[in-house]
């Protein structure tokens, strides 16, 4: 008597998460020159496209992992005297902005998680963190702007690294710090890549506005 083979299991569906984790991994790799830009532009274009799980396992399976940002430890300090942006742990903040052929505008009140993915074709992002609520003393954004623009508002005494690239565009802090940023200000790492757009970095005062 032969016995039956046991059903294959159901293919599960990929979650939002899932999605933003390969994105990530698809943007460090391509901060680490492991894709080209042609292949990153691909990929993500799949990543957002695919229904099922293994469908993103496939596409970062050849990728080489990347070092990851140093641990810091957490505080909920206020960030400056001209600003609001705090530390707090359970925010529970946002991993990703996309914009293709629009504009995404975040200012305010909102939260962002330590690793932070910016993509823009052919359009724009703002990200004002001015009185935005950290989930980490130490966040990275990840920008990836193709045809269009990233801004970056910050508070003036922030204390920022950037590390991007900038092809047939700019990439960088646009103006100097107006006063010296403070031992325990938050860190602010900026990277990425600009192709044929921008990504800037502003310093303003903690007002409410623009």
Same mark, same amino acid.
């Given at each position: 008597?032969?016995?039956?083979t046991p059903p294959?299991?159901p ?5 939002? /998460? ?8 698809? $943007?460090? #790799?391509? =901060?680490d020159?492991?894709? &080209?830009?042609?292949? @990153? ?16 396992d496939t ?16 505080h ?5 005297q001209?600003?609001?942006?705090r ?5 529970n ?5 996309? /914009? ?6 975040r200012?305010g $009140?909102? #939260?962002? =998680?330590p690793q932070?993915l &910016?993509?823009?074709? @052919?359009?724009?992002?703002d ?19 193709i ?18 690239v900038?092809?047939?565009?700019g ?21 990425g ?5 921008g990504?800037?970095i ?9």
């Amino acid at each position: 008597m032969n016995t039956p083979t046991p059903p294959e299991p159901p293919r599960l569906r990929a979650s939002r /998460s899932q999605r933003e984790r390969a994105a990530h991994a698809l $943007s460090d #790799a391509l =901060s680490d020159g492991q894709i &080209s830009l042609s292949e @990153f532009d691909a990929r993500c274009a799949q990543v957002w496209d695919a229904t099922y799980s293994d469908e993103l396992d496939t596409l970062t399976a050849d990728l080489s992992p990347v070092g990851e940002t140093p641990g810091v430890v957490s505080h909920t300090a206020p960030w400056s005297q001209g600003a609001s942006a705090r530390v707090d742990p359970s925010a529970n903040g946002s991993a990703l902005t996309v /914009s293709v052929f629009g504009a995404t505008d975040r200012r305010g $009140s909102w #939260a962002i =998680s330590p690793q932070h993915l &910016s993509i823009t074709v @052919f359009s724009g992002n703002d990200l004002d963190l001015r009185h935005a609520v950290l989930e980490s003393p130490d966040i990275t954004i990840t920008c990836v702007a193709i045809f269009g623009g990233i801004d970056i508002i910050v508070p003036e005494d922030a204390k920022v690294i950037t590390e991007g690239v900038g092809i047939f565009g700019g990439f960088g802090d646009s103006a100097r710090t107006p006063v010296p940023p403070r031992a325990d200000a938050p860190v602010i790492r900026v990277r990425g890549l600009a192709a044929f757009g921008g990504v800037d970095i502003v310093r303003k005062p903690g007002g409410s506005g623009a």
